[in-house]
């Protein structure tokens, strides 16, 4: 399967501070990548999927002026959480999709944000 | 509507014992299926999926997986569980490229 980097790991930022969470593929030209939020005990919740050279498409009841994706390239994707607030902390992870007949998701390791 | 589900939330077997993890779906045709599992603090590993064909499908670390169409059911099975098992369980499906549903995961405990 494809090879999913996520950087950083984790983060500690002050509220009303941005935040950047980058996606790579390493292994694979992605089209399209999906971020996830993940609550403790809880399940995967799609936030929006993120096509590249193109805007992303949100769920409904997920803010695109909040949360910033761009797809510049097909190994990157970064997700900006701007002017974070402690709701706003959670586990967040990106998967690629590995299309060409595969259409398998290969997600990345997570990032944990935690905003004071 | 659209649905997958995992009855489970937390299941404990001893260590040596056969596991089945159940996931139930809603749908009007046969989803795309998956089974993820998800370590603490870690991000989802692909255990194994479905398409078509075979309806006994084979993973990786042991695990296998039916389907069973009459039953919208694709649960996941182990015959001998190991300590390193333990982790979250995610069943999901895809109803196409950019719709995966997720069940509620099940926790699964291992005791020696």
């Known amino acids: 399967g494809a090879v999913v980097s996520q950087h950083p790991s984790w983060v500690i930022c002050k509220s009303g501070t941005s935040v950047k969470i980058e996606c790579r593929s390493l292994?694979?030209?992605?089209?399209?990548m999906f971020w996830y939020r993940q609550f403790p005990k809880q399940s995967l919740m799609l936030m929006a999927t993120s096509n590249e050279g193109s805007k992303a498409t949100y769920e409904q009841g997920v803010e695109k002026d909040k949360f910033l994706i761009n797809h510049a390239s097909l190994t990157l994707s970064t997700l900006t959480v701007t002017s974070a607030h402690p709701e706003d902390s959670s586990f967040y992870i990106c998967?690629?999709?590995?299309?060409?007949?595969?259409?398998?998701?290969?997600f990345g390791p997570g990032t944990r944000l935690t905003v004071l | 509507a659209q649905s997958v589900t995992q009855p489970d939330i937390h299941i404990t077997v001893s260590e040596g014992a056969s596991l089945e993890l159940r996931c139930n779906y809603s749908y009007g045709a046969t989803p795309y299926l998956f089974w993820y599992v998800q370590s603490p603090g870690q991000g989802l590993q692909l255990l194994l999926k479905?398409?078509?064909?075979?309806?006994l499908v084979q993973g990786i670390k042991g695990f296998e997986a039916e389907f069973k169409r009459s039953q919208s059911s694709f649960n996941l099975r182990k015959p001998s569980v190991h300590w390193s098992d333990a982790a979250e369980y995610f069943c999901?499906?895809?109803?196409?490229?950019?719709?995966?549903?997720f069940g509620a995961g099940t926790r699964l405990t291992v005791k020696p």
């Open positions: 999901a499906v895809a109803f196409n490229n950019n719709d995966m549903r």
């Open positions: 479905y398409f078509s064909g075979d309806t």
């Open positions: 998967s690629v999709l590995a299309g060409g007949g595969r259409n398998t998701q290969y």
């Open positions: 292994d694979f030209q992605a089209t399209t």
